[in-house]
DNA sequence: AAAAATATAGGAATCGATTCCAATCTAGAG
DNA sequence: CTCTAGATTGGAATCGATTCCTATATTTTT
């Protein structure tokens, strides 16, 4: 047994702390803590000395210890609404590239379309001291969504969200612009009778949708038929139903707007089953498609706003609200972007 | 100014403490601890005004400070190769699932398709002092993988990669079955020249695969041509590029397998560019395509195995790890779905 | 050469919890 | 009625870092 542990002095399960470096390099605590914090005030031959053993002896700080007591942790928590939807990882995808430029880490957290659990992501966020929160909530009329703005004790960035009553900091696209443009160019194409499927509307980007839709549809002295407006759920399925229901109707819609992924989904399989050919039997705008589908769909039309820049100005965003920046709203543009799906003239 | 703070004895930017809640309740520190953690021997008077007081005054624990006197967390970290993969995003939530229904919450992070990245997060996950990494490996032979899997000095288990010369837990799937299922359907129905385009070697599934390939081949005495084989990557513009050179070929396949969504969508622009029509003028298998997409293709046949098993088995092995369990390996089945887009005969 | 200013290093308090140990209190046994 | 075992509670140490304060070493100024 003699010599079993002489090769290296930590023994197995214990985890290097930086009291062993101290000792390691004949040093105070306080001093290996200014070294590797890079503080002034420490001699060269101190700082390679230290350096050096917390090299050698595999030395990594302990977070929990360093955030309880500086009460900072260089981590930001981004909430996530659907982990599943592909345009928000995109989105979170950009925001993390930022942040870890500036040295900051990034922890997701999905709400799987919960508001209840979505509070619960807050709470965490919050017993685990993080810098900043950015969010892509649930819903804007979450019963949980006050208290959790105002006991953040952070800076937050919300992703197209407008909570109208709290000072918070936010990155919402201009919608209704592309909406607007894209109906005009229907109209123009003779089409009258255009439905829009959508989210529910407790939240920014389907209000703002209607909104462009409403304008256009005044612009163009055309009325908008009750029936063709389906608001009401990010849900697939829901858009497949009512799809259905509108394709039987005597008067079909000859034009559709699918907003967000859940409906483009529910949309085109209600074709698929009607054997409905967009481009051809019906024109269809995607309302805010993913890139990486608009690989395969490349004749699709599509409302289109950039979810790279919409990450990275959240973390710029957030980032200056930790310098002690009031709180600020960006707005990215959309753009119509005509194809096939939505050309042909009726 | 009277009265400015007399509602709540909080102050603006101080957080309550466990301190707070024992002033509070005329209590000791150790006996709020023991209330808060559902410790036995308290008195109920005790733990009823323990518990009111901590409600009051909206007590949340401190974590890092949790986390580093008592060394757990009750946090999972959940490494992620590329977080815009959406059959990753299904696996990890059905894994967070599993893990909040026990108690745990988990910490999602993204290794952007880089070894350095992935070292980072490892490195960050062991600062953070979680209790287990479940992770979707970059590469199997990155160079700083075994240093990460030996000082983790926690459970790990791996999704659908295999480190032979360590014993670690693992779920894997099972794609050389499915592929052989797929390879010999194709060969009944008259193909010989069958592609596979599919990620690079450094990983499972890609063997895995090829395994199932080569033996099909095999038992149909067929050749396998070697230019029609793509093993470099999981990259969409790589598969794009190759495929257009496949179809341009004297002899080009009448079949082709997509090893995963790079696969699946780079050969699926090839085709599109060339007018080609899967299930017409070409056999088309889908390795591991997404629940999701296949809304859309439903057309296409497809190896199949389910995220949200393999999530939740994931869950359930690092769970087990967690109370002392060996490392163990589980295996999850695919299946040949066969749908139209590889059902015509040739 | 003595005094003042500054650079450097060490000691101890602290962050907010958990947990061990000892003290007190209660209840049941003898 | 006394003694002992067990239930409760409080006090203090501890986790691993940072940071403030003080003591010494070094340099600069007069």
Do not use: C, P
């Given at each position: 047994m003699v010599g079993d542990h002489s090769g290296t002095p930590r023994k197995l399960g214990h985890r290097v702390t930086i009291r062993d470096v101290a000792e390691g390099a004949d040093a105070a605590l306080s001093?290996?803590?200014r070294v590797l914090s890079g503080h002034p005030h420490v001699s060269e031959k101190m700082r390679i000395k230290v350096q050096k053993v917390a090299e050698e002896l595999g030395y990594e700080p302990n977070l929990n210890a360093q955030t309880l007591r500086s009460g900072v942790s260089r981590t930001i928590g981004f909430v996530v609404r659907d982990i599943n939807n592909p345009l928000f990882t995109l989105i979170a995808q950009a925001c993390e590239r930022e942040?870890?430029?500036?040295?900051?880490?990034?922890?997701?957290?999905?709400?799987?379309?919960?508001?209840?659990?979505?509070?619960?992501n807050f709470s965490l966020l919050r017993k685990r001291r993080v810098d900043g929160i950015i969010a892509s909530l649930v819903a804007e009329d979450s019963p949980y969504l006050r208290k959790n703005l105002d006991s953040a004790h952070c800076p937050i960035v919300l992703l197209d969200r407008q909570v109208s009553d709290r000072n918070i900091s936010a990155v919402i696209a201009n919608h209704s612009s592309g909406v607007y443009e894209a109906v005009m160019s229907l109209v123009k194409l003779g089409h009258s009778k255009i439905a829009l499927i959508t989210g529910s509307n407790n939240i920014y980007p389907t209000r703002n949708r209607l909104e462009g839709f409403t304008k256009a549809h005044q612009d163009a002295n055309l009325e908008i038929c009750s029936n063709l407006l389906a608001v009401g759920g990010f849900d697939a399925d829901y858009a497949f139903s009512h799809s259905l229901n509108l394709l039987h109707q005597k008067s079909a819609p000859t034009a559709f707007l699918a907003g967000g992924v859940g409906a483009f989904m529910g949309?085109?399989?209600?074709?698929?089953?009607?054997?409905?050919?967009?481009?051809?039997?019906?024109?269809?705008?995607a309302l805010d498609t993913l890139s990486f589908l608009e690989l395969f769909f490349a004749n699709i039309s599509t409302v289109y706003r950039d979810p790279v820049e919409m990450g990275r100005e959240a973390a710029i965003l957030l980032l200056e609200g930790l310098e002690g920046a009031q709180p600020q709203v960006s707005v990215i543009e959309t753009q119509f972007v005509e194809r096939d799906s939505s050309k042909g003239s009726i």
């Open positions: 001093s290996v803590s942040l870890r430029r500036n040295g900051y880490s990034m922890i997701l957290i999905n709400s799987d379309g919960s508001v209840e659990i979505e509070n619960q949309i085109s399989r209600a074709f698929k089953k009607n054997k409905i050919i967009m481009g051809k039997d019906v024109a269809f705008v």
